[in-house]
């Protein structure tokens, strides 16, 4: 699929942002439809996703359609000026299917069968599954591929399920023979000379079921790389039958955010349109789950799209699958919303659009909660409706990040096997707090693959990237000694594409571009273990979860660690390689002290907040030509500005500073300075 000749999200959105949420019509007579019609209107919301559950409505016996429903919503849709983001149903088969044909249903790692009864159950390697899948999505191509309020088709939902039964341990040998050709060549990447594992024929391979002890783990991670491929096969062929009958209209399906399952880069290629569920946790905003966690999902979500995407779903209050699920408070649905457009999402959508009154989900909000159209709820979204209406504008416009986090799926799989120095070191922990940390230092990046072009990028961050391919580390290599600022975490470059560890623990050519020497030991933190550092910026530091003991050949010692077995080692490095300079981090420093290293390392590579002068807790993003200022806190604050600037959201101008109320945002375009006046 070509992207150029393929419909994208503009033309879905149509110059204005797409904004509503899935919308579950068969779950309610029909009367309560048209006042949906009314509030919807109401709330300025323009797109309604349809049909994501609707299998069992639509095919209620195998063979049988049931569309009139669909076509009275589809009608009544278009004649209240809203767009349909059609779902095809694939992602909740009929309890039919399992029924008739027990060999759709999924079977976890012991063999156990994955009933219906729920959702998500199908094994992404049956072949009846499959068939029945694509009939369904042609059908409902073929009868809604006209129809005018049809703007995007939204492919299942979710992908996610993993399945170990037989079929899909014939699916992943055929696989694996792709892969490797050989058993010959099977065997070495597995390394099966290890505990006698050796395959003697394709037919004794199986997926990694549950075993006696620890399993093999390059068998783990090509099964996680077989399973999100086998997935992506039932995304492609459903997305091959809607294209064929309807070039026009744009694809998506909806990721969970920075899902372990796919891998999001190779799965993003393939669609027209890169959609998200995001679901921050609004008992504490300003934490790591809150609105770091969104902007983590939204830069991630924008890099996979290359350009402009879709918040498919949010909550409008509380989700119900948290331990305690706290409602929003007043004005955060606003912020994280506006969070999003300002970090390159062109559609603002939640799930649901209609609290249900039964099912596994009727204490999860909607936009319309059980408290109705004078709950505060939908109070809130008719007024988001309207400040998304004025940002029209912004649609189209890239986000500007001159810094890039480093991230790839494989190095994720790799560290997921047991046996490693530390069961407390997870791949997502040093990430997560790499990038709050240049969030609340208000730097921008967008995330890449490691074996992307970095050169437009004049930081790069590779917060820990434990398994990295040759052409990767020739790519780091190429993009400091071209004058790039790399800096690189720890346990980063040890494994190969197979999970073999690289000779003298850590590639050389890493090692050659950080100018560190030999790397002698691996040395874990425990729970709550702190090790203190030199200090850093004239500030007491420390790390945590892991220090290394190395040898620098050439890099300078910004920071060693401090008593202990470690005592005097060095545990931050600077090194000057070609014309760039490479970072090296071999723990991970407290949150001040890992603020205070990437700022210093994006200060020096002339990389910058977009203000300065920010006050801690508001973020700041550029798209196009306006400034999002973002308060995360719930105490007021105001932003100094070096030049007058209107509010798009309320059409104020100011003069010498923003100010931004509780949870507040500005939407900020600058003006030239008025007659007299400062700036
Ligand atoms: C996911 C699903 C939705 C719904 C929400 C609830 O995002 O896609 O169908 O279950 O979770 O938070």
């Known amino acids: 699929m070509t992207p150029s000749r393929r419909p994208s999200l503009g033309d879905a959105a149509r110059g204005r942002i797409l904004y509503g949420g899935d919308y579950n019509p068969e779950q309610w007579p029909e009367p309560v439809w048209h ?5 919807m209107r109401e709330a300025g919301v323009n797109l309604a ?20 429903w669909l076509d009275r919503v589809l009608d009544l849709l278009h004649a209240s000026g809203v767009g349909a983001c059609l779902a095809t149903p694939t992602a909740s088969p009929p309890p039919w299917m399992g029924a008739r044909h027990p060999e759709t249903l999924p079977r976890d790692e012991t063999g156990a069968v994955v009933w219906y009864g729920s959702r998500n159950h199908f094994c992404a390697s049956s072949p009846v599954y499959r068939d029945h899948a694509l009939r369904i999505t042609a059908d409902l191509a073929d009868r809604y591929g006209d129809h005018p309020a049809l703007r995007l088709w939204h492919v299942n939902n979710e992908y996610g399920t993993a399945c170990w039964c037989d079929t899909t341990a014939r699916h992943f040998r055929r696989w694996l023979r792709t892969r490797y050709g050989s058993l010959e060549a099977l065997n070495e990447a597995w390394g099966t000379a290890f505990w006698s594992q050796r395959y003697d024929s394709w037919g004794e391979i199986i997926p990694p079921r549950r075993a006696q002890y620890m399993a093999n783990p390059t068998q783990e991670l090509d ?26 209209i744009p694809v998506t399906t909806n990721f969970m955010p920075f899902f372990v399952g796919q891998d ?13 569920d995001l679901y921050p946790d609004p008992a504490d905003p300003e934490g790591p789950d809150g609105g770091a966690w969104g902007a983590l999902v939204q830069d991630l979500t924008r890099s996979q799209a290359r350009g402009p995407w879709l918040l498919m ?25 506006l969070q999003a457009v300002a970090r390159g999402a062109d559609g603002i959508c939640f799930f649901q659009w209609r609290q249900s009154r039964q099912g596994s989900e009727k204490f999860h909000s909607g936009m319309v909660g059980h408290a109705g159209a004078r709950g505060r709820t939908f109070r809130q979204v008719r007024e988001l409706g309207a400040d998304l209406g004025r940002l029209a504008g912004v649609t189209g416009a890239p986000v500007t990040a001159r810094a ?8 994720w799989w790799a560290t997921l096997s047991a046996g490693r120095p530390s069961s407390r070191l997870t791949y997502e922990q040093p990430l997560r707090a790499w990038h709050r940390a240049l969030w609340e230092s208000h730097l921008t990046c967008d995330f890449a693959h490691p074996e992307a072009e970095l050169d437009g990028y ?3 961050a590779a917060p820990h990237l434990y398994l990295l391919t040759d052409a990767a580390l020739d790519n780091l290599a190429a993009y400091v000694r071209g004058g790039g600022t790399l800096v690189c975490g720890f346990f980063t470059g040890v494994a190969d594409e197979d999970d073999r560890v690289r000779e003298g623990g850590v590639d050389a050519r890493l090692r050659t571009v950080l100018g560190i020497g030999t790397v002698h030991e691996w040395w ?56 760039g300079t490479a970072w090296y981090l071999s723990t991970l420093p407290d949150p001040a002290a890992l603020r205070a290293l990437l700022s210093r390392a994006a200060g020096e590579a002339d990389v910058r907040p977009p203000l300065p002068g920010l006050p801690a807790g508001v973020e700041a993003v550029r798209r196009g030509a306006w400034l999002f200022l973002l308060n995360h806190r719930r105490e007021p604050t105001a932003v100094p500005l070096p030049a007058p600037a209107t509010d798009l959201l309320t059409g104020r101008r100011y003069e010498r500073e923003a100010p931004l109320g509780r949870y507040g945002a500005a939407v900020l375009r600058g003006e030239p300075p008025a007659p007299g006046g400062g700036g």
């Open 524 to 579: 874990p933190l425990d729970e709550g273990e702190a090790q203190p550092l030199t200090p850093l910026s004239g500030a007491d530091a420390t790390g945590t979860l892991w220090r290394e003991d190395i040898e620098t050949a050439g890099a300078e010692t910004v920071a060693a660690y401090r008593g202990g077995e470690l005592d005097g080692r060095p545990a931050v490095t600077r090194h000057a390689f070609g014309d």
């Open 458 to 460: 004049a930081l790069v």
């Open 264 to 276: 999001g880069w190779a799965w993003a290629e393939r669609e027209d349109v890169v959609s998200v």
């Open 35 to 39: 006042e949906d019609m009314e509030l």
């Open 313 to 337: 779903e949010q909550a409008a209050g509380p989700v119900n699958w948290r331990g305690v699920n706290h409602p929003r408070p007043e004005g955060l649905t606003r912020l994280w919303s």
């Open 404 to 411: 890039a986090v480093l991230h790839d799926w494989n190095a």
């Open 49 to 68: 996703t349809v049909g994501v559950f609707s299998w069992a409505r639509l095919e209620p016996r195998p063979g049988a359609r049931d569309f009139g």
């Open 223 to 248: 099964f996680r790389r077989f399973t999100s491929d086998a997935l992506l096969e039932c995304f492609t062929a459903e997305r091959d039958v809607l294209v064929e009958r309807t070039p026009h």
